[in-house]
């Protein structure tokens, strides 16, 4: 009981009596079934999440990242679609839902059991290392390249010197997978070239280590560093960097086109069954509702003119007095609307029409910006 409410438990609404005891059973039960939900369980993880990175020292990871100089590679992020990568880098809004779950298995899979299976099986006075920090530069006709990152589990001696690369991925099946995917083996191969120009000794071999998030198999490919692949690596580096620096929407590149059915940004590409395409890096599509709230509001926070579209206003109610939202405006008489004061429920697949012009259908639109057609 609390001085305020004898009958409320502290921190709590579940009835007490005047003993103490808990209200009745469906009280409790409708209790629960009241707190437990996706949205409680998504803010809990977040904070969860936010507070695990003070607690490590990567208070940077907390809010939105800024958008990445077009000289500045990651090389996770190397040899994947450029318009992709471009979208990515620049911090564009995505559509949809993060696989968070994913995320925690790679991470729980490497941390958990690759790691300690690691350090059974590597030679005796040999070391596991979790990572490696790498960061470095590359001239390449007349563009200067940057690489930064950190490797995946590394073989060293008692010294921590490297000897030999680790890359973990995990996926669903490994039934037809025959050879390491491109982009893996380009970000394994940043590593081993960073690794030797800031060294003194020399590293060539490392392992892509691809694991079963079904079955828990693994398939392993002994990837040792050549240098042709690596200069393929470079002019895609080069390619990117050049289309970002002369404010180009890059072509969309995806190695397989089934990928594209699964990318955070297919809707503004152009790759998916909406009237867009070749959108430019910022701005939310108008009449679309399919984003996730935690990148909205990173994406909100990271501009700060940016607002909410009134489409998305109906579906994050609680969100407009922090962001704001735009106004509709009627592009025959520029009249201008709140997004509330509007008759509309929110389906975009009958968007409102201006009440002055009513009689001709004349639909709304943003009056604040729209993301722009990149030329």
């Known amino acids: 009981m609390t001085a305020d409410n004898p009958q409320q438990g502290p921190d709590s609404d579940v009835p ?25 369980f998504t803010e809990w993880y977040n904070e969860q999440q936010f507070e695990q990175n003070i607690l490590e020292g990567k208070a940077y990871f907390n809010g939105p990242s800024p958008p990445k100089d077009p000289e500045r590679h ?26 968070k779950g994913l995320f925690w298995v790679g991470s729980a899979f490497e941390e958990d059991f690759i790691v300690p299976y690691l350090q059974e099986v590597i030679p005796d006075r040999l070391y596991v290392q979790n990572s490696l920090w790498i960061d470095t530069t590359i001239s390449r006709d007349g563009t200067e390249l940057r690489i930064r990152g950190s490797t995946d589990p590394a073989i060293v001696t008692s010294e921590a010197n490297p000897l030999f690369l680790t890359e973990i991925k995990t996926t669903t099946s490994l039934d037809h997978l025959d050879e390491p995917k491109s982009h893996h083996k380009a970000q394994l191969h ?35 560093f050549d240098s042709e692949f690596w200069d393929t690596v470079v002019e895609w580096m080069v390619a990117q960097t050049e289309y970002e620096q002369d404010g180009e929407l890059p072509p969309a590149t995806p190695e397989r086109d089934w990928e594209c059915n699964y990318c955070s940004f297919k809707h503004r590409c152009g790759k998916a069954n909406t009237p867009y395409a070749d959108i430019g890096y910022t701005g939310l599509l108008p009449l679309f509702e399919e984003y996730d709230r935690e990148n909205l509001i990173d994406y909100l926070d990271s501009r700060a003119d940016a607002k909410l579209t009134p489409t998305l206003a109906y579906v994050f109610t609680n969100l407009t007095d922090t ?12 009249e201008t609307y709140a997004w509330d004061a509007v008759d509309w429920d929110g389906d975009t697949s009958e968007p409102p029409v201006c009440p002055d012009c009513f009689a001709d259908g004349e639909l709304l639109t943003l009056s604040g910006p729209e993301p722009a057609e990149q030329q």
């Open 74 to 99: 990651t090389p996770s992020k190397l040899l994947q679609c450029h318009r992709k990568a471009s979208y990515a880098r620049q911090n564009t809004p995505r559509e949809g839902v993060p696989p």
């Open 323 to 334: 962001y704001g939202v735009y106004d509709w405006s009627c592009p025959r008489c520029s």
């Open 190 to 224: 940043a590593y081993l070239y960073a690794l030797n120009e800031t060294s003194d000794f020399s590293i060539t071999d490392g392992m892509l280590v691809y694991g079963s998030r079904e079955t828990f198999d693994l398939k392993t490919f002994h990837v040792t």
């Open 16 to 40: 007490v009596d005047e003993t103490g005891a808990v209200g009745t059973d469906l009280d409790v039960t409708e209790n629960i079934i009241h707190r437990v939900s996706n949205r409680s």
